[in-house]
């Protein structure tokens, strides 16, 4: 089972940007997709970006041209860079990486986007 780390999160104001953080706890050799997710209060869980082994990212049409997810040079490190941040963005942020059947979730980090 893979460990997945998220850090990033916090309080930001409209406008503002912020860069999340994933790292996995070891090297995934092989075709594996890299997500994050987000869950506001009261609503599902749904996904923001993903990034696949061979390099395409896919975006959810509330996010794009505003957010980017790229992978880092240290192991399994996925960043989710996000800019022009609004209030809607406000949710728990979780990393997600799937590997053939296994799915494993990172604890999520909390952003807020509030003046």
């Known amino acids: 089972q893979v460990h997945l780390e998220e850090s990033g999160g916090g309080l930001v104001q409209p406008g503002g940007s912020l860069t999340l953080s994933c790292a996995a706890s070891?090297?995934?050799?092989?075709?594996?997709?890299m997500s994050w997710y987000r869950q506001a209060p009261g609503k599902q869980r749904e996904l923001v970006a993903v990034?696949?082994?061979?390099?395409?990212?896919t975006y959810a049409d509330s996010v794009k041209g505003r957010f980017t997810i790229s992978r880092g040079n240290a192991k399994m490190t996925v960043y989710l860079q996000m800019n022009s941040l609004k209030p809607e963005d406000t949710a728990v942020y979780y990393c997600?990486?799937?590997?053939?059947?296994?799915?494993?979730w990172g604890q999520g980090t909390q952003v807020t986007v509030s003046s």
């Open positions: 997600n990486l799937v590997v053939g059947p296994s799915s494993s």
């Open positions: 070891l090297s995934i050799v092989g075709i594996y997709f």
């Open positions: 990034l696949r082994s061979n390099g395409d990212t």
